[in-house]
C-alpha cells in the first residue's frame, strides 16, 4: 500500500512540473515555426521553399526542410488525442515480421524511406524504419553519411514519415518513443523541429510510464540537447522520478546514462546518492562498465576515492583482454577527472609496453600523448621504445620520431646507462628528415633536445642558419616562438655544449626581451621573512631575474658558518613556486621547462628549492614556515632528492640538493 501511495504521490508531482510550463511549451512550438539560422551544422537540401506568414497550416522545420500539417493535425496532437482508427494502427505479428524481413535488405535510410511507403502509418512501421535508417549510416565513412543524409532530407517520403511519427507518438510504447527520439536526434533532425518538440513533450506526459530502460534511452537524448523550456522541464521531472527509483535500478549502464545526463550539474545531494548506488553495484560492474563509470565520473564532477580503486582493479584485472579503442579512452576519461589511481595508469603502461608488437606506430604516438596530458611518466613503456629506438633509428617515420622526442622530453624520462646511446641514435633517425622538417617543427625539435640537455650540431645548425630564420619571420615571431629561441640561446650559454663550431640565436629572433616586472606573491614573501628573521646572518632577496630570463620567487644567502660544509662556502638557495603541471602525475618530480630550469640554476651556483605553490599557499602559516624552514636550513634535516619516486616525496614541495 504505502509503495502504491509513493507512485500516485509521484505521478501527481510529474503532472504537476509537465503541467506548470504549458503557456511556455505552446509560445515554443508557436516559435520553432520560424526557420532557425543556427541549424547549418545540420544537413541542409537543396532548393526547399522559404516559409511565408500563411496561418493555414503549421510548418515544422527537420535538417532544414520546410514541413506541412495542417492545422486540425497539429491541434490533435497538441491534445494528445492521436487513436487512429483500428485498420491503421493494429498490426498483426505476421505484417510486423514481414516489414522487419523486408528492412534487412535495406543498404540505406532512402531505400527505408521507399520501403516505408508501401506501408501503413503504425507505431511499428515508424519506430522500425528510424532504426533501420540510423543503423544503415552510423558505419558509413563520413563523408558517405553526409550523401546518404543529404539524399534522405531530399526524399519526399522523409516528410511523411515525421508526419506518421508525430501522429503515432500518442500509441507508441514509452521505450519506443525514447528509441524514436534518439534516432531523430542521431539522424540530425534539428532539436527545435516540431517533430522533436512533440516527441519531448509527450516524454513529460506519460513520463511515469517509463521503466528504467526508456529512462536511460531519453537520458541519452537529453545527454546532448541545448537547454530549451521542453528540456528543461523534462530534465526537472527525470530528476524527480529517478530519485525516486534510484533504489530500484539493477543495470549499471543504466544508472551512467542517467547521470551522464545531469552533467556537473547534478545537485550535490543527488551526487551523493548516485555515488552510494554505484558502489552498491559494484559487484555486478562488467570491466568495461567499469572503465565507463570514471569516464562518467569525471562528466559529473563525481570524486569517491572507494568507486575509483574497486573500478581500477576490475579493470587491471582485464587488460589482456582490452583493446586499443577502449584503452585511449579510459586514459582521457582519467586526465578529465584529474585524479586516477596511480596503479591503474602503471597497469596499463605495462600492458602496453609487454605487448610492443601489437601496436602500430600511429596507436604508440596515441598512448604516449595520452599519457603527456596526464603528465605521468610510463616508465615501462618508455624504456621499452628506447629500447627499440636504440635498434632500429631509421625504421620510424618522422612523425613518430618527433612524437617520441616530444613526449620523452616532456616528462624528462632519464634512459639511464641507455641515455646517450637512445639520444644519439634519436638524433641519428631525425636527421635523415632534417630537409623534410618546417622551420616551426625544426624549433620544436630542438627545443625538446635542450630540456634533455643533448646537442646534436646537425638540427642546430639547420635551425640557426638564415634560411630557416627567414622562413620562421617572414609572418612575424609569435610570442611562444620568441620565447622558445630565448631559452634555446640560454641552454647553448650555460650549457656551453661542445660543439665544432659556435653557434648563436641571431638578436633578430631574440627581441629586447625584458621580463614583466613580476608580482611578489604575498603569502610567500612573508613566510620567508620569518624564517629568514630566525637566521640572523642570512639574507633575503625577492623576485631575482638571472640571466634576463629566469625569475626566482625568493634567493636566501648562508653564510659559510651556517652551511653543511666548510668547504662549500657561502650557499644561495633558490626558491621557486610552480603550479602542479610543473610536475610529474602524483608527485612534486620536476618535468620538462623546469626541470631544464633547476638544471640551469645549479649552472648559476644555486641550490634550487621547488615549491608546489597551490598546495602551500592555502596551508597553516605556522605549517608553511615550518616547512620552508626545513628545506632552506637543512643542518639537521637529510636531504631531499627530487629523482626519488613519488612514494617518498614530500606532500608540499620538493628541493633537490645535487650538483
Known sequence: MASLAQKKVMNLALRFCSSRSQWMQHRLLLANLVPNTSLH???????????????????????????????????????????????????????????????????????VLDLS?????????????????????????????????????????FENLLQKAIKCVGNMRPTLISFSLLRMIKLGVPQKSFVIQTFLRTCQERLGEFDEKSLSILATCLIGMESCPNVTVLKECMRLLIEARL?????????????????????????????????????QMHPHEAQLMISVLGKVGLDSKPLLDICSKKIIGNLQR?????????????????????????????????????????ELCLFLSAFEKLRFCPASLLEALTEKV????????????????????SLSYDAQQHREQFLERLSQGLDSYLPQISGWNLLQTVFSLCV??????????????????????????????????????LCLRLDQPQLLCSLTVPLSVLGDHVPDAPSVKQWLSESLRSVVAEQPESRLQEMVVEENFIVIDGVITIPQS??????????????????????????????????MKMRHLRILGYRPVVVNGPKLKFDSEERRRDFLSKQIFPVHQPSTNLEQGPEKQQPLSQTNTEK
Open 41 to 111: 551544422t545540420h544537413v541542409w537540401p537543396r532548393g526547399h521553399s522559404q516559409m511565408t506568414n500563411r496561418s493555414d497550416s503549421v510548418r515544422f522545420y527537420s535538417g532544414g526542410s520546410v514541413y506541412k500539417m495542417e492545422e486540425k493535425q497539429v491541434q490533435s496532437s497538441e491534445a494528445a488525442d492521436l487513436i487512429l482508427p483500428n485498420t491503421t494502427t493494429s498490426v498483426t505479428r505476421n505484417e510486423m515480421l514481414d516489414f522487419a524481413n523486408k528492412l534487412e535488405g535495406c543498404g540505406s535510410p532512402s531505400d
Open 117 to 157: 511507403c508501401e506501408n501503413l502509418p503504425a507505431a511499428f512501421h515508424v519506430s522500425r524504419s528510424l532504426m533501420y535508417m540510423w543503423d544503415t549510416t552510423k558505419k558509413m565513412p563520413d563523408k558517405q553519411k553526409h550523401q546518404e543524409l543529404l539524399l534522405m532530407f531530399e526524399h519526399p517520403a
Open 247 to 283: 533504489p530500484e535500478i539493477k543495470e549499471v549502464k543504466h544508472l551512467q546514462n542517467m547521470m551522464l545526463m545531469f552533467g556537473k550539474d547534478t545537485p550535490r545531494m543527488l551526487k551523493n546518492k548516485f555515488k552510494k548506488k554505484a558502489l552498491s553495484m559494484t559487484d
Open 322 to 362: 582490452t583493446n586499443f579503442p577502449r584503452l585511449i579512452p579510459l586514459l582521457q576519461a582519467c586526465e578529465e577527472l584529474q585524479r586516477c589511481p596511480t596503479d591503474l595508469l602503471t597497469g596499463v603502461s605495462d600492458y602496453v609496453a609487454s605487448n610492443l608488437e601489437k601496436w602500430t606506430s600511429k
Open 390 to 409: 636504440i635498434t632500429d633509428p631509421e625504421n620510424w617515420s618522422i612523425i613518430t620520431l618527433l612524437c617520441f622526442l616530444r613526449v620523452y622530453s
Open 452 to 489: 634533455l640537455g643533448h646537442f646534436p650540431a646537425a638540427p642546430l645548425e639547420k635551425l640557426l642558419h638564415p634560411s630557416t630564420i627567414e622562413e620562421l619571420t617572414a609572418s612575424g615571431l609569435k610570442e611562444r616562438q620568441r620565447e622558445i629561441f630565448q631559452m634555446v640561446d
Open 562 to 595: 651556517e652551511a653543511s660544509s666548510p668547504a662549500e662556502g657561502s650557499q644561495r638557495v633558490a626558491v621557486i613556486c610552480q603550479s602542479p603541471k610543473a610536475f610529474h602525475f602524483d608527485t612534486y618530480k620536476p618535468r620538462g621547462a623546469l626541470a
